[in-house]
């Protein structure tokens, strides 16, 4: 039935008919009617960011740790260009967001008005779909779209564009239902030939690895519960890109830790000599494959993805399955018990053997210290301290991110978040502010480094004004540690730009923004230190002072196959220098 | 042609197949900024583009009719054909290159402008060319020519010849042979 409206009310019936409980906005003279109508409600709240990009990440964060679609409001202009860098993430990591976005009035759009900028035109590279609104009659029924496209097939981030005389505005409102997209029709449910293909294969493998990634965690928790199931019946091993991490048990005897450019040993070997290779809601992306004309030469590839053009995109593979992950996996379960194949027992007991000999190699060992806080001691010493608690995890980029995949194990799916597609320093505070608003009792703590902490550090006043105690934990080490550790692989060690100088006392710092601060720079005062930040009720600014110089390691350099891993325990300074050659060093 | 295999900036012994012409048909919603997406991906994925038309073709339903020349090997081809079907507004994609004996066409407009001849000599041409003269004066002609673009083609290259001055072509129009719709 439709009923009259502004468009800003429209906006906001909207919002609510799609059972969304915030906004992380900020306003601007675009959005001035929206954020009236904000004012004049109670249902939805609004959570004041500091920076736009800051909206884009916490929506992220809210996203990844619920499920939900997240939603951000910013104005025109420089409000809008502010929101490009948390799109794009969302757009690599598959994330559902819905963005509003002001609009000069219509009849000036084209005039290089105030605060003008063609939202559509730039954000049509780095969303899903975006729409320009220019009747409100049709406002509506783009936002039910809007949020229906975000969050199915392949989610991703959308942007609604709306001019302010559309907000000001009257004209019809239509609810949710009955809306469906003329073009916009995912495939979700699999053809039945290539489940049974693919069951058949699974069950004829010798050398088997199921290698997953943030498809699963898209899918929902639906899709986790039954990759459980499967792997466990099969008995087969298991590996998870960065984005996949918590599909499958961190802590169980199947997993082999990450995979990819810092990923285990045994998971990169087992990838590279499997005979069959199960990709689920994972895309081969270069961080995965390393050297593609050596990557896993001998195998028979299964590739499960909801994005047909996924499939073939950068490796051939033999039997493509086209569905939601929950929905596939369904049919394989149940194709696998009507056919109750019977595994090669004794050749998978030798694959087991061959692995626990990779595993042997202990590829995450580090040189301990008495004297220094290692950063990988650090993040251990955070996860036995944390384990058993409701905790959820981001990150920044870097360094501290890798180590944080590799020596934080995570039990469940939506419990880590962090930007694995794009890269993007000054995701992981915001996003935790997105998980701890969606989680207000868990303990959420952003694993962070020196130098990106920096790059959204303003979202400490939001933490604060929102009573969110999220924690931030520095692994300190004064440098950009990640480049520091390419120019020395790659640049002689001429270390350009890569020191951060002039670094804030970041006690002090948190101290100003009504934090509580915290600094630890000796291991032996490390676990009373932690305990301290978890049992304190507020936000707190952990300055971690870590080894300045170490480098993450198993890594396997640029250009190189996955059997052509640097150990860190096994290279000295020097071979690090040589390890990547004159082909491998323009690649990033 | 071969071109290295673009799908990895790992570079290795590249993966080499031959590079091959596709016709798609592309059947969207005729929105704003439809065309723009469908460039868009094409620049930044770093696909070719060969011709390009498009025009509403059902005013009633919305739709419009894009077809894209282009040219790659045949897992860019499929690529292509994957990015364009997630694109929101796409309904359908069809390859009418393989899809088997489509007609093609595309319109010229060519001006040619001399005196004695030359001038008989062209005009003689566009006959055999069955194109038509649609302007002219005492020193030019602008001719109007439709068929395969390889007869478009070879029609431009004899009036080099004999006095062209511009040419503007349509771009291609494509529909597969046979009963059926898309
Ligand atoms: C917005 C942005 N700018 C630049 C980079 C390139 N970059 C990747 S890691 C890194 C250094 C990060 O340093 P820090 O946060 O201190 O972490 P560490 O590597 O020392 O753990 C930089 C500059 C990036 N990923 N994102």
Redesign the interface.
């Known amino acids: 039935m439709a009923r009259q409206m502004t468009g800003a009310e429209i906006v906001l019936k909207a919002l609510a008919d799609q059972g969304v409980e915030y906004i992380f906005g900020y306003p601007g003279g675009a959005v001035l009617p929206i954020y009236d109508e904000i004012f004049q409600q109670e249902k939805i709240k609004h959570i004041l960011v500091r920076q736009e990009g800051g909206a884009l990440h916490a929506a992220e964060g809210y996203a990844r740790s619920t499920g939900k679609v997240g939603v951000a409001l910013v104005t025109s202009g420089p409000g809008a260009t502010n929101a490009v860098t948390g799109l794009t993430d969302a757009l690599l990591d598959s994330i559902p967001v819905v963005c509003l976005t002001g609009q000069v009035p219509t009849h000036l759009i084209g005039n290089d008005a105030f605060q003008e900028c063609d939202t559509?035109?730039i954000t049509?590279?780095c969303t899903?779909?975006?729409w320009?609104v220019k009747n409100v009659n049709d406002l509506a029924r783009t936002l039910h779209e809007a949020f229906q496209?975000a969050r199915s097939?392949?989610p991703g981030p959308v942007v609604v564009d709306i001019p302010k005389d559309v907000q000001f505005g009257t004209g019809n409102y239509v609810g949710p239902s009955n809306i469906v997209?003329?073009?916009?029709k995912p495939k979700v449910k699999p053809d039945q030939g290539p489940v049974r293909q693919a069951v058949e294969l699974i069950a004829s493998a010798k050398k088997p690895i199921f290698y997953t990634g943030g498809g699963v965690i898209n899918s929902g928790p639906k899709a986790s519960q039954l990759l459980r199931e499967l792997v466990r019946l099969t008995g087969y091993p298991i590996t998870s890109t960065l984005m996949g991490l918590g599909a499958y048990p961190g802590s169980d005897k199947q997993w082999l830790g990450m995979l990819g450019m810092h990923g285990t040993y045994e998971a990169n070997m087992a990838m590279h000599d499997c005979d069959v290779m199960v990709a689920v809601g994972a895309r081969f992306d270069?961080r995965i494959?390393?050297?593609?004309?050596?990557f896993s030469p001998g195998s028979k590839k299964i590739h499960i993805d909801i994005?047909?053009?996924s499939?073939?995109?950068?490796v051939?593979v033999d039997i493509p399955v086209v569905g939601d992950v929950a929905y596939v996996l369904e049919d394989m379960l149940r194709t696998w018990k009507s056919l109750a194949p019977q595994v090669d027992k004794a050749a998978l007991k030798s694959w087991w053997k061959e692995i626990d000999g990779w595993r042997a190699k202990r590829s995450l060992a580090y040189k301990a210290s008495k004297d220094v806080i290692m950063p990988q001691y650090a993040c251990q010493r955070l996860y036995e301290l944390t384990k058993d608690r409701d905790t959820y995890i981001t990150t920044e980029v870097g360094q501290h991110q890798m180590w944080a995949a590799q020596f934080y194990h995570f039990d469940e799916p939506n419990r880590w978040m962090t930007s694995g597609g794009l890269g993007t320093m000054g995701y992981g505070l915001p996003a935790a502010i997105g998980a701890q608003l969606a989680h207000p009792k868990s303990l959420v703590i952003d694993i962070a480094g020196d130098a990106s902490i920096l790059m959204n550090i303003q979202e400490c006043s939001t933490a604060v004004q929102f009573n969110l105690p999220v924690k931030v934990f520095i692994l300190n080490n004064e440098y950009m540690g990640m480049v520091r550790q390419w120019q020395q692989l790659l640049h002689g060690n001429r270390l350009s730009h890569s020191y951060t100088e002039s670094l804030p006392d970041f006690v002090k710092l948190a101290e100003a923004y009504g934090w509580k601060g915290m600094r630890c720079d000796h291991p032996s005062d490390l676990d009373d230190a932690i305990r301290e930040m978890i049992a304190f009720k507020g936000p707190v600014l952990f300055d971690c002072r870590v080894a300045k110089l170490a480098n993450c390691f198993p890594m396997i350099p640029?250009?190189k196959a996955h059997n052509e891993m640097l150990l860190g325990e096994e290279v000295s300074d020097e071979e690090v220098g040589r390890a990547i050659g004159k082909?491998g060093k323009?690649?990033? | 042609m071969t071109t290295p295999n673009a799908q990895t900036h790992y570079s290795g012994p590249a993966v080499r197949q031959d590079a091959v012409s596709r016709t798609l048909s592309v059947l969207v919603d005729n929105e704003p900024g439809v065309l723009a997406r469908v460039i868009g991906l094409f620049t930044a994925r770093g696909y070719n583009i060969d011709s390009l038309t498009v025009t509403e073709t059902e005013h009633e339903k919305h739709l419009s009719r894009i077809t894209i020349v282009t040219r790659g090997t045949p897992s860019v081809i499929q690529q292509i054909k994957h990015q364009l079907e997630r694109m929101v507004p796409v309904h359908r994609v069809h390859d009418l290159t393989v899809e088997g004996k489509a007609v093609e066409r595309e319109l010229a407009l060519v001006k040619v402008a001399g005196k004695g001849d030359k001038r008989i000599e062209a005009l003689r041409l566009a006959e055999i060319f069955r194109a038509q003269v649609i302007d002219t004066s005492i020193e030019h002609f602008v001719f109007e020519i439709t068929g395969k673009p390889s007869k478009i083609e070879t029609f431009i290259n004899i009036m080099t010849e004999l006095g062209l001055v511009e040419v503007s072509r349509s771009g291609i129009a494509a529909i597969g042979r046979g009963p059926q719709g898309m």
Do not use: M
């Not at chain 1, 997209?181 to 916009?184: A, I, N, S």
């Not at chain 1, 494959?289 to 050596?294: E, M, S, V």
């Not at chain 1, 499939?311 to 950068?314: E, F, G, M, Q, T």
């Open positions: 559509v035109g049509r590279p899903k779909h975006n320009l496209i097939g392949r997209h003329k073009t916009y270069d494959t390393g050297r593609l004309d050596a994005d047909p053009s499939i073939n995109k950068n051939q640029s250009g082909e323009v690649l990033v």
